[in-house]
């Protein structure tokens, strides 16, 4: 796909790897919708940093768990774009740090509801208006090898790469579902003493940048021979 001239949607791009994938999409000529749940300052930061590269560029709030915000945003930004090319499931939710026992109903639906049952319903509600497209999920090497945090996280990503290949199936060839599974990235979501001890377990000694992972991105967006894939951005942490 050549990426100028395309609208894309990226959810939860107010900061960190969405706002690298939508400053990257600007860069390749795509006109971007930038989505946010919370920070309307951090997403009106990356349609700046988005317009700075000669495209147009909005700011969409929603809760992507929300399906009636969700559908307003979609509304929205074929509104303003008159249609969508690109869907980006970036928006995701890390949870509390907690062993199977600790968790809670209330811990279990909230990483859920944004982390995969939010992709699905945006999902959805582009489906509307996309008839032909590339859609990528950002996934996690948690989806994979069970990851730190819990399993309410690593379910929600693997449930994720799941539905992935599912709708890579069910879509093709007129839309093609890919995915990134990122190790850790350097955000402002880690510390520094825990950035360090993350450098130590990867191959490369340092933990991805977000911009890492738009390249990723980018190149499944580009490539019109690769559905249903699963690009690993880890460091060589995981191998399969």
Partial sequence: MELAGKVALV????????????????????????????????????????????????????????????????????????????????????????RPMEVTDEDWDAVLGVNLKGAFIVTQEVLRYMKKGKIVNIASIAGKDGGTVGPHYAASKGGLIALTFNLARHLAPDILVNAVAPGPVDTELISPDIK???????????????????????????????TGELIDVNGGRLMD
């Fill in 11 to 98: 959810t939860g791009a107010g900061r960190g790897i969405g706002r690298a994938i939508a400053v990257a999409l600007a860069r390749k000529g795509a006109n971007v919708a930038v989505n946010y749940a919370h920070s309307a300052e951090g997403a009106w930061k990356t349609v700046e940093l988005c317009r700075s590269h000669g495209v147009d560029a909005i700011a969409v709030k929603a809760d992507v768990s929300n399906r009636e915000e969700v559908r307003k945003m979609v509304e929205e930004v074929v509104g303003h774009f008159g249609r969508i090319d690109i869907l980006v499931n970036n928006a995701g939710i890390l949870g509390k740090a907690l």
């Fill in 196 to 226: 360090e001890k993350l450098k130590k377990l990867s191959l490369t000694g340092e933990i991805a940048k977000p911009e890492e992972i738009a390249h990723a991105v980018i190149f499944l967006l580009e490539n019109d021979h690769i």
